[in-house]
């Protein structure tokens, strides 16, 4: 089997995609597809099955996340990497939430990318060092949860799956159809997360799973 490792790259900004491309080609790494929109780069994973997508999180007609939460839901094997201007802890948590195990500041592109599609080629994860403090933000909210709701640790994967995308706004019959399951056995993994997480009311699963969409 090759060690190549290939890459689809998507940017709306042609400079920034070709710049990408010539540090990466130089050492090694093969491009099997560059684009400027969303849509282009799922159309393009889909079609190449890359070892890494690199995306923008923001482009026209799908964001990076929006590209990345399908590369998740469709169980793709591509890792996906995404680029920032941004050091905001709402992108990151959304980028985390969405399945990405890159996240690479843009003005720290050249210095940190091959380093952070290496790793995501062999399933490790990377962030630029320059927001470790959000990515330790994370773990400590995340830990304060388990300590309010000691219930989670009792979730099995298929309920913590059900109530991530609980936190995304789908519907029973929506993650029914993501997991090729009934839309009745959706409703009874809903009764038992309410019930392991003590949560009582119509709406209080909805309500906690996006009050904490970032924690779980």
């Known amino acids: 089997m090759s060690d190549t490792i290939t890459v689809v790259i998507a940017d709306d900004h042609p400079l920034m995609r070709r710049g990408i491309m010539g540090f ?18 799922l159309a393009a994973i889909l079609q ?4 890494v997508a690199i995306l923008d999180v923001e482009m026209p007609r799908l964001s990076g996340l929006e ?3 399908a590369v998740r839901d469709e169980a ?25 195990i890159g996240y690479v500041l843009k003005e720290n592109a050249v210095d940190e990318l091959l380093a952070c599609v290496r790793a995501a080629a062999k ?3 990377f962030i630029s060092p320059a ?3 959000l990515l330790l933000q994370r773990a400590a909210s995340a830990d304060r949860l388990r300590q309010e709701k000691p219930g989670l640790d009792s979730l099995t994967p298929a309920e913590r799956k059900i ?3 609980i936190s995304e706004d789908k519907t029973s019959k929506e993650i029914a159809d993501v ?5 009745r056995t959706v409703e009874n993994h809903r009764a038992n997360v309410s019930e392991k997480l003590n949560l009582r009311g119509s709406h209080s699963l909805l309500k906690f799973a996006y009050d904490n969409k970032a924690r779980l």
């Open 179 to 183: 997991l090729g399951i009934s839309p």
């Open 131 to 133: 927001l470790s403090r």
């Open 67 to 69: 590209v990345a939460r």
């Open 123 to 125: 399933g490790e994860p």
């Open 48 to 51: 190449h099955r890359p070892t």
């Open 76 to 100: 793709i094997r591509s890792a996906v990497v995404l680029l920032t201007m941004y050091k905001d802890e709402d992108m990151f948590n959304a980028a985390m939430d969405a399945g990405a």
């Open 24 to 41: 990466l080609v130089a050492a090694g790494v093969q491009i099997v597809a560059e684009v400027g929109d969303g849509k282009d780069a």
């Open 163 to 165: 109530l991530k995308m």
